[in-house]
């Protein structure tokens, strides 16, 4: 029998060459030009790319860190959850409920604060505001069913009032038929401080009904779109869910709109969504959802059912979201008290605890006594990249309009690994001397690399007109770019 015939490798190459041009082509076709200014833009989605081989978009977890508190105190207890993180100067708050559990309408349950100037270390002030248990010696700033879940935030609104620095959002529906709907009383209330520490409502009335708010219901200023952004707790057809709304004032706020999804992704319970612009790309929006699974029960011992991780997802526009990483951000791990019920929540807020560190927080083993919050460590915009392996790969981008002469990478490689930038015209043809060949290959592991070639490390002068970057590159990641002076 003869052997079988094969294209030989040279045919190959040149018939993946006119596949892969003709699939370049019909990209460019569809992206135009994004003006990029000099923010920093990263690889979380396809909004940069226009083709790509070998190349794939990768989540990247991050480092479990330091349990930073246990919920031990008495007026804390074993369902104490819902905690925000935010730097203020350089101190650094966690805000949480105190609750041993109960109903969610309970006018015992109390939010507390926490301090810390590293974040790693936290300490409870003693700020003998308010009695508990018989004293005032504790670090609670608010008593009652709003601290269910009390979710305070700095104001970076640049018209903010001295005495409303700080603002939050806290409430529940009353109990009653379809209050899940937002058909009963209730709802979320506004709060104002100047220092974080003394709380007060702006309203005797809630300042938003439709939802159903037991859960984390966030907000922020949102300097992008300048404007306030609420994203709080719905049902769905059952599932939990979230919805967001905006305000001009804090007061006022439009309906709700429900999160969507590209088709084929399917609903999830998601308990939490702690989103938040950003920081230094405040114009993406970040999420880290609890997602919740209500029918598993993997310890026996533990009589609720449910169990949950952390996902992450991104928006470009507040109301439209990016999942292409189904897979969880944090998994529960080999700790038989994260695979309980609630367990495994981020908390909302980033901290830069270290140049280039970012500290978030988790909470971990709800229910048992030794509830805690642990911190979680990654590299600043290291949520995900553009990933090839050892064969390597690359990926041209859409065009874009630079707003300054350099760029600059966040990337990694192995010790074997590098990365190569092409600048091309909008046709894709390589600006002179800023071909492939004219630039020595990256390699290291950088947050702030400023790419060179042969013509140097500054761009040619394009008077507006937008460029292609053409990334060449094996076993290594790309995490985001910019341009800069």
């Given at each position: 029998m003869p052997l079988p015939r094969f294209p030989s490798p040279a045919f190959v190459q040149l018939r993946f060459a006119a596949v892969f041009a003709a699939a370049v082509t019909a990209a460019?076709?569809?992206?135009?030009?994004?003006?990029?200014?000099q923010r920093w833009e990263l690889l979380v989605d396809?909004?940069?790319?226009?083709?790509?081989?070998?190349?794939?978009?990768?989540?990247?977890?991050?480092?479990?860190?330091?349990?930073?508190?246990?919920?031990?105190?008495?007026?804390?207890?074993?369902?104490?959850?819902?905690?925000?993180?935010?730097?203020?100067?350089?101190?650094?708050?966690?805000?949480?409920?105190?609750?041993?559990g109960g109903s969610d309408h309970s006018i015992d349950q109390v939010t507390c604060v926490a301090e810390s100037?590293?974040?790693?270390?936290?300490?409870?002030?003693?700020?003998?505001?308010?009695?508990?248990?018989?004293?005032?010696?504790?670090?609670?700033?608010?008593?009652?069913?709003?601290?269910?879940?009390?979710?305070?935030?700095?104001?970076?609104?640049p018209n903010a009032r001295p005495d409303e620095r700080y603002k939050a959002?806290?409430?529940?529906?009353?109990?009653?038929?379809?209050?899940?709907?937002g058909e009963t009383p209730g709802g979320l209330y506004a709060f104002a401080s100047a220092d974080g520490i003394h709380w007060r409502k702006l309203r005797d009335e809630p300042v938003m009904t439709q939802g159903a708010f037991d859960s984390l219901n966030l907000a922020f200023w949102d300097p992008a779109r300048n404007r306030y952004a609420c994203y709080s707790r719905i049902f769905a057809d059952r599932v939990r869910a979230v919805q967001s709304a905006s305000s001009?004032?804090?007061?006022?706020?439009?309906?709700?709109?429900?999160?969507?999804?590209?088709?084929?992704?399917?609903?999830?319970?998601?308990?939490?969504?702690?989103?938040?612009?950003?920081?230094?790309?405040?114009?993406?929006?970040?999420?880290?959802?609890?997602?919740?699974?209500?029918?598993r029960h993997k310890v026996p011992a533990h009589k609720p059912?449910?169990?949950?991780?952390?996902?992450?997802?991104?928006?470009?526009?507040?109301?439209?979201?990016?999942?292409?990483?189904?897979?969880?951000?944090?998994?529960?791990?080999?700790?038989?008290?994260?695979?309980?019920?609630?367990?495994?929540?981020?908390a909302w807020g980033i901290v830069e605890t270290a140049p280039g560190e970012w500290s978030m927080y988790i909470s971990e083993h709800y229910r048992w006594p030794d509830n805690r919050i642990r911190r979680l460590v990654t590299p600043r915009h290291r949520l995900g990249s553009l990933h090839?392996?050892?064969r390597g790969g690359e990926f041209t981008t859409r065009p874009l309009v630079p707003g300054g002469g350099r760029l600059v990478l966040?990337?990694?490689?192995?010790?074997?690994?590098?990365?190569?930038?092409?600048?091309?015209?909008?046709?894709?043809?390589?600006?002179?001397?800023?071909?492939?060949?004219?630039?020595?290959?990256?390699?290291?592991?950088?947050?702030?690399?400023?790419?060179?070639?042969?013509?140097?490390a500054t761009l040619p002068a394009r008077n507006g007109q937008p460029v292609r970057l053409r990334f060449v590159f094996k076993d290594a990641d790309v995490f985001a770019l910019r341009f800069a002076e």
């Open positions: 460019w076709a569809a992206k135009s030009a994004a003006d990029l200014g396809d909004f940069l790319v226009d083709a790509a081989r070998d190349a794939t978009l990768t989540l990247h977890p991050p480092r479990r860190a330091e349990v930073v508190l246990v919920t031990d105190a008495a007026w804390e207890g074993p369902t104490s959850a819902y905690f925000t993180v935010l730097k203020d100067g350089d101190t650094i708050r966690l805000y949480y409920r105190g609750s041993v100037k590293d974040g790693i270390h936290f300490t409870r002030p003693n700020l003998g505001l308010i009695e508990v248990k018989g004293s005032k010696v504790n670090n609670v700033v608010w008593k009652g069913v709003e601290s269910h879940n009390f979710a305070p935030f700095l104001d970076r609104n959002l806290g409430g529940v529906k009353q109990p009653g038929r379809n209050w899940h709907q001009a004032d804090f007061l006022t706020w439009g309906t709700g709109t429900p999160n969507r999804y590209a088709p084929g992704v399917p609903a999830e319970h998601f308990y939490t969504s702690a989103t938040l612009p950003c920081p230094e790309a405040e114009h993406l929006l970040l999420a880290f959802p609890m997602r919740f699974l209500p029918a059912a449910g169990a949950s991780d952390a996902v992450f997802m991104s928006s470009r526009d507040g109301v439209t979201w990016d999942r292409p990483f189904r897979e969880a951000w944090v998994r529960p791990g080999p700790d038989v008290k994260n695979w309980t019920d609630r367990s495994n929540m981020p090839a392996g050892a966040n990337y990694a490689t192995s010790a074997a690994g590098s990365v190569q930038v092409e600048v091309q015209d909008e046709g894709g043809r390589p600006l002179p001397g800023f071909a492939l060949a004219d630039m020595e290959p990256l390699f290291g592991d950088e947050l702030d690399a400023v790419a060179r070639w042969k013509a140097g």
